[in-house]
């Protein structure tokens, strides 16, 4: 173990190994080598409430919580419920759905975006959000609504 990192925790230790060499950002800080990372945790710990403990940024991001929380064996099923009539609307008619509505909720709900991405007029966008609404049977300006279609969108990329 480096001398400069005997006081830091495991996890700390084990990432600055790996890091060797690499510059190290630590909350409002940075280190330029590993003997550093000590004296830039310190200066991050003053703007940190002294009630708090470290955590990882992973685990406490939604996709940290999606791919501990959600098994494949259940999100199979729901991916297929929410997103099922929609592919097969998309098999029978040639039709963009998923796509259209994939590229929409990447873009934030912005249909000049989602336009612009998928290289067609905005009202094809619109049209196509109506037939995915009422296909899915799941309205775009519902919260809930949106949050399933974005989980089974998104599901693949878990």
Do not use: K
């Not at 909720?105 to 609404?133: I, K, M, Q, Y």
Request: net charge positive.
């Amino acid at each position: 173990m480096l001398p400069a990192a005997a006081g830091l925790g495991a996890r700390i230790r084990a990432r600055a190994a790996e890091l060797a060499g690499v510059p190290v950002g630590c909350g409002a800080s940075r280190a330029s080598d590993v003997a550093g990372i000590p004296a830039a945790i310190a200066r991050a710990a003053g703007v940190v409430p002294a009630d708090s403990s470290y955590v990882d940024a992973d685990e406490t991001s939604s996709w940290g919580l999606l791919r501990e929380a959600l098994r494949p064996a259940a999100l199979a099923p729901f991916t297929a419920a929410v997103l099922g009539p929609l592919r097969e609307h998309d098999r029978r008619t040639g039709g963009e759905l998923v796509p259209t509505l994939r590229c929409y909720l990447d873009a934030d709900g912005n249909l000049e975006t989602t336009a612009r991405e998928l290289g067609v007029h905005r009202n094809t966008v619109r049209t196509r959000l109506r037939t995915a609404e009422r296909v899915s049977q799941r309205r775009l300006d519902r919260p809930r609504d949106r949050l399933e279609l974005w989980l089974a969108l998104s599901a693949e990329d878990l």
